[in-house]
């Protein structure tokens, strides 16, 4: 009971961190960096680009926050931040699945409860893309502890890869669009524009939520999240 207490509090958590930062747009002075780094990222084309990755991957990897870097991505690239947040987010969540899979193995089945492991094999056995990408979409793990899990499992490489970015797309635009709004505010957008912007935040929100939700209940049925 207490671990489903926990999951729900996790899916309402994230949803006020989103509204606040929504928010931030018009009380934080963004004018004082976000032009700055928006120039540098002009300034530096492509490069900006393949820096921004490798700086996700290496959050993800850690694990530092992931969701923070995509806002960061919406602030320097606008709307481009999203295939670049999507691209550092597989990017970062391939080498704990390989190190999970073959030098540590042991070690995490160790770390993990057998019958956690157990679940994900169940479920992956029935649906692997469903599983992976359901368990994206949820709060019930840390992204990068679902990593190292998913890394014990029978699910495999190019399964893996394409449940991570269909799961992670809802969340991660979602935290660019944050991004996107900031630079519209720096930009001296017009209020109709940062309204409409934050209704569409907020209106993407309220799906991404019944999405966790839906996700959260059906990883239940699997036996896969529920109390231990």
Known sequence: MSSRIAIDWKIWLWPVLLAGLALSAWFLPWDDWVPALRD???SHGALSTVVFVIVYVI????????AAMSVVGGLAFGWWG?????????LGAIPPYLIGRTWLRGLLLRRFPGPKVAAADRAIANNAVLFVT??????ILPFTVQNWLLGLTDV???PYI????VGLAPGTLAMVWVGEMGGLATADAGRAQLILAGGGLLAFGAMVIWLTRVATRELRAAGFGAPD
Do not use: C, K, N
């Not at 959050?59 to 992931?66: D, E, K, M, S």
């Not at 999203?82 to 597989?90: D, T």
């Open 82 to 90: 999203f295939p670049l947040s999507l691209l550092g987010s597989v």
């Open 134 to 139: 359901l368990l994206r979409i949820t709060p």
């Open 40 to 42: 540098w990222v002009r």
């Open 59 to 66: 959050v993800v990897i850690l694990p530092l926050p992931a």
């Open 156 to 158: 495999r490489i190019g």
């Open 162 to 165: 394409y449940a991570t970015l």
